[in-house]
């Protein structure tokens, strides 16, 4: 059970940024499992890429990441390619932002 819950909240921390990044910039599609579908894809492009690709540091890694994520947005959430570039910084924004507020809020305890 504790699995289940456990893994409710790494979903839900993950697709929820995404979903208001998308809403934000105007995607057509922003449903809760297409965004997690662009996620899975998106990782996936990542990987094969980075598969490609020995001996990346992770600066360069970093700046790959965000054209290829942008690619798996553009292709399952409806939108062009600039836009996909705005909604994987804004969610990552997001997420940072959630991060530290969580974490300002557990250590408050």
Known sequence: MEF?????????????PLKMAAAMMGARNTGAFYCLFALLLAVIIQRV????????????????SIPL???????VLGTGFLKGILIALVQGLITVGAFLLLGSALAAI
Do not use: T
Request: no cysteine; aromatic share 6%; proline share 3%.
């Open 4 to 16: 289940i819950i456990l893994l409710i909240i790494v979903v839900a921390v993950l697709v929820l």
């Open 69 to 75: 994520a942008a690619v798996a947005y553009m292709l």
């Open 49 to 64: 890429v980075g598969s490609m690709i020995p001996g990346v540091s992770e600066e360069l890694g970093f700046l790959l």
